[in-house]
């Protein structure tokens, strides 16, 4: 694969739910390896229906859609296993475990899968950790982390699996605008790592500086 090949590729999907409500409308789209692409739009627009289909939550309703090489429509168990290792998620409704600290928030989720030794997962959650700016905070109660450290933990928790792609659901919505450019800066440095990397926000005003690539949704069609 070269670094032009489209690493998410949308030809002409729909989706719609209960069949009545259209969230997407027919839109095309690709993006190359190692883009940042940020995806702006008013609430309901459509931005967490597309992540939800790049990670195959939901399915399209028509069109394809094809994720590093795979067509989601006929996807194999396998590969269906390849693209769950691959894409980090960060969503809204993120369910941090109040009842451990961050440092097991996150190996949670290496657990689970069971490929890794204790040391590989230890090395991984506190390389995630450190990436985040939670080093310090390892032992931490969930409760104790102010609205920016827990989204930091939530990322963590994505990027502890080392994934392709990583998407991040209006990851700065309930963040002060410090505290929300900080998040941005730290996708930033994920992409200058060379993760493939989506952030969805409602607020168009915190993207404008970061000159890259915005893609606008507006009553689940792509504007201007
Ligand atoms: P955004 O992330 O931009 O706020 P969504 O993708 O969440 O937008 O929603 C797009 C449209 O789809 C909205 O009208 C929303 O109410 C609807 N929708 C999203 N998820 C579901 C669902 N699971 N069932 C029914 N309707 C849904």
């Given at each position: 694969m070269t670094p032009e090949t489209p690493i998410i590729q949308?030809?002409?999907?729909?989706?719609?739910?209960?069949?009545?409500?259209?969230?997407l409308n027919n839109i095309s789209f690709s993006i190359s390896k190692g883009e940042l692409v940020f995806l702006a739009g008013h609430s309901g627009?459509?931005?967490?229906t597309i992540l939800k289909l790049i990670a195959g939550i939901e399915l399209a309703t028509t069109g394809n859609i094809i994720i590093n090489g795979i067509n989601l429509a006929k996807i194999s168990?396998?590969?269906?296993?390849?693209?769950?290792q691959h894409v980090g998620i960060v969503f809204q409704d993120h369910k941090i475990l109040y009842d451990r600290n961050?440092?097991?928030n996150v190996r949670l989720g290496l657990d689970i899968t069971g490929l890794y030794s204790k040391e590989e997962t230890i090395e991984r959650v506190t390389h995630a950790l450190n990436a985040v700016?939670?080093?310090d905070k390892i032992k931490s109660r969930?409760?104790?982390?102010?609205g920016g450290e827990q989204q930091r933990l939530c990322i963590a928790r994505a990027v502890v699996h080392k994934p392709k792609?990583?998407?991040?659901?209006?990851p700065t919505a309930n963040l002060d605008r410090e505290n929300a450019l900080k998040i941005l800066e730290?996708?930033?440095?994920f992409h200058k790592a060379g993760v493939t990397i989506i952030v969805s926000a409602h607020d168009e005003s915190l993207l404008g500086d970061y000159g890259k690539r915005i893609l606008y949704l507006n009553n689940g069609q792509f504007r201007g």
């Amino acid at each position: 694969m070269t670094p032009e090949t489209p690493i998410i590729q949308f030809d002409q999907v729909a989706k719609s739910y209960n069949s009545t409500i259209n969230a997407l409308n027919n839109i095309s789209f690709s993006i190359s390896k190692g883009e940042l692409v940020f995806l702006a739009g008013h609430s309901g627009a459509g931005k967490s229906t597309i992540l939800k289909l790049i990670a195959g939550i939901e399915l399209a309703t028509t069109g394809n859609i094809i994720i590093n090489g795979i067509n989601l429509a006929k996807i194999s168990q396998n590969q269906r296993t390849f693209i769950r290792q691959h894409v980090g998620i960060v969503f809204q409704d993120h369910k941090i475990l109040y009842d451990r600290n961050v440092f097991d928030n996150v190996r949670l989720g290496l657990d689970i899968t069971g490929l890794y030794s204790k040391e590989e997962t230890i090395e991984r959650v506190t390389h995630a950790l450190n990436a985040v700016g939670l080093a310090d905070k390892i032992k931490s109660r969930p409760q104790e982390l102010s609205g920016g450290e827990q989204q930091r933990l939530c990322i963590a928790r994505a990027v502890v699996h080392k994934p392709k792609i990583l998407l991040a659901d209006e990851p700065t919505a309930n963040l002060d605008r410090e505290n929300a450019l900080k998040i941005l800066e730290l996708f930033k440095a994920f992409h200058k790592a060379g993760v493939t990397i989506i952030v969805s926000a409602h607020d168009e005003s915190l993207l404008g500086d970061y000159g890259k690539r915005i893609l606008y949704l507006n009553n689940g069609q792509f504007r201007g």
